[in-house]
């Protein structure tokens, strides 16, 4: 198994600028979870997916990130307009039965 | 609302000694609890975990204690090897819904 895919690794881009994550979980999870890593907060849990329907999303930061799940092996994390805030890794993750959660390599975005 | 605490950002121990992690919770529904352990430009690896119903859960080198009554948890490394310096995170879930994760502890294991 190729484990959790992530892409792209990294991303720079400008302030107002649109930014996509992608993310395809391990194949035969039903549940997948977005994060967001940064030196202060740790790991901040921003949305989570079961069976591809959006569970809670009280974790992410406001209007501007919106992620979507539209079939068991892909999902996205949208910024909409980015701003230098928002430089963080984020990282995707699945869980299949079990508690726990495989996590890709994350993607380091930059906004200048 | 930060429901799990690692209040140490970062810990040294000599290669062969005991590395102890701590971690706190606030919420008493956790009932599982994992160790994951991360490498730079990596994605955090399962470590080891502990269900609710347990006090001690040990895999070679790695145990793990709780102690809901103090709401504590810690992983104890036993000897530490260089190889172990990473940074550490705890995480709680309840009824295997989304986790909540500490901020990290940074292990360095110096030869």
């Known amino acids: 198994d190729a484990g959790v895919i992530q892409s792209p690794r990294h991303e720079v881009t400008e302030m107002g600028q649109e930014v996509t994550l992608r993310c395809k979980p391990i194949s035969g999870h039903n549940s997948l979870f977005w994060y967001r890593q940064t030196m202060m907060r740790g790991l901040e849990l921003l949305i989570y997916?079961?069976?591809?329907?959006?569970?809670?999303d009280s974790g992410m930061p406001e209007d501007r990130f919106s992620a979507k799940m539209p079939n068991a092996s892909f999902s996205t994390l949208k910024i909409q307009p980015s701003e230098p805030r928002d430089s963080a890794v984020y990282f995707c993750a699945s869980r299949g039965v079990t508690h726990t959660q495989y996590f890709g390599p994350g993607t380091r975005l930059t906004v200048l | 609302d930060q429901q799990v605490k690692q209040n140490s950002p970062s810990l040294s121990v000599q290669e062969g000694r005991i590395s102890i992690l701590n971690c706190d919770y606030t919420n008493s529904m956790f009932d599982y609890f994992l160790w994951y352990k991360k490498y730079p430009a990596e994605g955090p690896t399962f470590l080891i975990s502990?269900?609710?119903?347990?006090d001690k859960n040990e895999d070679g080198r790695f145990t793990v204690f709780l102690n809901k009554s103090a709401k504590h948890l810690s992983l104890h490394i036993v000897p530490s090897q260089p190889g172990d310096s990473a940074v550490y995170f705890c995480a709680a879930s309840v009824n295997n819904n989304d986790m909540r994760f500490g901020a990290g502890t940074r292990l360095t294991v110096k030869p």
């Open positions: 502990i269900s609710s119903i347990k």
């Open positions: 997916f079961n069976n591809n329907v959006p569970i809670d």
